[in-house]
């Protein structure tokens, strides 16, 4: 008896660690803030050799993918990041774990990109453009998942014509011609209305609204 308790009790607690978003610094999230032309050089995104990673949990499980971008600018005056703006493809939208199985893969990647998620036919791209990059400092006691963080960036994200300024930690380098920026945080997805099965009280269909989100970006100038 006790050993069929234990086993319950490992179930369970593989479940709930099962809906938990990756481990990731959290993006905090506010109204759209102003946008101020960028100054100084402009660093192109490499399309190429740049992408979003993202990570969605269910109770059951998890799955993961990659977005590409179309397109990209990142200024900088006296090493400092003036401004910039992101293009996400998001009718690119892939899922990687399910590459064995074509149909489930097909049938999974159609529903994203459905009304009930992304509907990528009426909003085929997402935007995101910076309102601000300061030297990271964290606060008393908080604690970092991305260590060799160097900056905070503040940008607006719009998706299916919603936006929100998110800010969250990045490390950025900058080197003769070549920038990089890299950061992995969690958002909720509901903030931008897509809610589908965010309900926690529908244990059997949930699926949790926090979504991890990674960037690697190479610009050069």
């Not at 036919?121 to 991305?146: C, D, M, N, S, W």
Request: proline share 3%.
């Amino acid at each position: 008896m006790k050993q069929f308790l234990s086993i319950l009790w490992l179930a369970a607690i593989g479940l709930y660690s099962c809906e938990q978003a990756p481990r990731a610094d959290k993006a905090t999230v506010s109204e759209a803030q102003a946008v101020q032309a960028g100054s100084g050089t402009a660093y192109l995104v490499d399309t190429s050799n740049s992408v979003v990673g993202w990570t969605g949990t269910k109770p059951t499980g998890k799955h993961h993918g990659t977005l590409d971008l179309t397109g990209g600018v990142i200024y900088v005056k006296d090493s400092v990041i003036t401004g910039g703006q992101f293009i996400i493809n998001m009718r690119s939208l892939q899922n990687i774990d399910l590459a064995a199985d074509t149909a489930m893969k097909n049938k999974f990647e159609s529903e994203l990109k459905g009304k009930l998620f992304f509907d990528t036919e009426q909003y085929p791209a997402a935007t995101f453009e910076i309102t601000g990059v300061k030297p990271f400092r964290p606060a008393p006691g908080e604690e970092i998942e991305l260590k060799d963080a160097t900056h905070t960036i503040f940008g607006n994200l719009t998706l299916k014509a919603v936006t929100k300024n998110i800010s969250f930690p990045a490390r950025i380098s900058i080197s003769g011609h070549e920038l990089n920026a890299a950061a992995n945080f969690n958002i909720d997805r509901t903030v931008w209305g897509i809610s589908y099965r965010a309900d926690k009280s529908v244990q059997d269909k949930l699926i949790n609204s926090q979504v991890n989100i990674r960037f690697q970006v190479k610009a050069t100038r």
